[in-house]
């Protein structure tokens, strides 16, 4: 099959990415469309289905040259019946079965899968998984993320939610409230939205000076990039708060490392870019709290495949469904 398509799809809240990928990875076209979840969301796969069909003509192709659709959704997954169980952001209702409907209007199987595990497989295939098969995926965006590859299988659970690290207790007490409804979650110290509210925090209660009470008398805010950036310069109330950012995130990543010992912790997601100012802080508190043979045998890196990642995971959603068959 290797002259044929793989679609590709990452579907989120605002934009959808969809691409056109060779079996061996190598990607044909790559575009993004708006999201419209208005009317229940009832125009957001007819609208892929129409642009895929948009994009063939371009390249002067047919829909024979397409294998099948991998497809990553934001929320938990029935695998079994591609359906997704609560998609409010997309305004389906509950169950909203993705495969059927998709599958319907392009004639072409459809596999589905959690956006977050579609990273980790992303970065599994292409990425920075360099052929490990046993890892750990960590997105650190707007929220938390997570993937869990064992055997180079996705981990899903029971009911799709497994690999939900961004909602792993780190703060039991007095946590601040996180989109879940829980309070205290990993999401709201280590996403990009919880070092913004930390800082801002902090300010307040910081007598000297510092580079960060300056950016935020100049903006009225302080964004995550300038916590690491400020903290990269030296300033010493940043150097605090991405300590304190990587002594939760090492935390969990070593009880996550205790569990599955995986070969690789990736880090992905806008947060990630802060690179070694984040990371050595990160690395060393993950020796502290991890058991010895994990802290010496699962390294963790930064992911290398961006926004593609998604794309890429949901494309091998269809290329191990072949594989196995
Ligand atoms: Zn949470």
Not at 106 to 130: F, H, I, R, S
Not at 141 to 169: C, D, F, R
Not at 239 to 266: H, M, Q, R, S, T
Request: with cysteine; charged share 20%; aromatic share 6%.
């Amino acid at each position: 099959m290797s002259h044929k398509w793989i679609v590709g799809v990452d579907l989120g809240g605002t934009t959808t990415k969809i691409a056109f990928i060779q079996d061996n990875g190598e990607i044909i076209l790559k575009w993004e469309i708006d999201t419209d979840n208005s009317d229940f969301g009832k125009n957001i796969l007819k609208n892929i289905s129409d642009s895929i069909d948009q994009k063939l003509e371009t390249l002067k192709q047919t829909k024979e040259i397409l294998v099948g659709i991998g497809l990553g959704a934001p929320g938990a997954i029935d695998l079994e019946k591609g359906l997704i169980y609560e998609a409010v952001n997309l305004g389906w209702e509950n169950n909203y079965p993705i495969a059927e409907i998709l599958g319907g209007v392009t004639g072409l199987p459809v596999v589905v899968d959690n956006d977050a595990n579609c990273a980790a497989l992303g970065e599994m295939w292409k990425g920075a998984g360099n052929g490990a098969k046993d890892l750990v995926c960590v997105t650190l965006g707007t929220g938390v993320g997570g993937g869990v590859i064992a055997n180079g299988q996705i981990v899903h659970g029971i009911k799709g939610a497994a690999g939900e690290i961004g909602h792993i207790t780190v703060i039991p007490e007095n946590g601040a409230p996180c989109n879940c409804g829980k309070t205290g979650c990993l999401e709201t110290v280590t996403s990009a939205t919880g070092i913004s509210r930390i800082a801002t925090e902090a300010i307040h209660t910081y007598y000297n000076e510092s580079k960060l009470k300056m950016i935020f008398e100049n903006n009225s805010k302080i964004s995550a990039k300038d916590v690491f950036d400020s903290a990269r310069e030296g300033d010493q109330l940043a150097i605090e708060i991405v300590d304190k950012v990587a002594f939760y995130l090492g935390l969990a990543l070593a009880n996550i490392g205790n569990v599955c010992n995986p070969e690789k912790i990736i880090i992905g997601g806008g947060v990630s870019r802060a690179g070694n100012v984040l990371l050595n802080p990160l690395n060393q508190y993950f020796q502290n709290f991890a058991f010895s043979t994990v802290a010496q045998s699962t390294s963790i890196d930064i992911a290398t495949l961006g926004n593609d990642a998604g794309v890429y995971g949901a494309a091998w959603l269809i290329k191990a469904n072949l594989e196995s068959k």
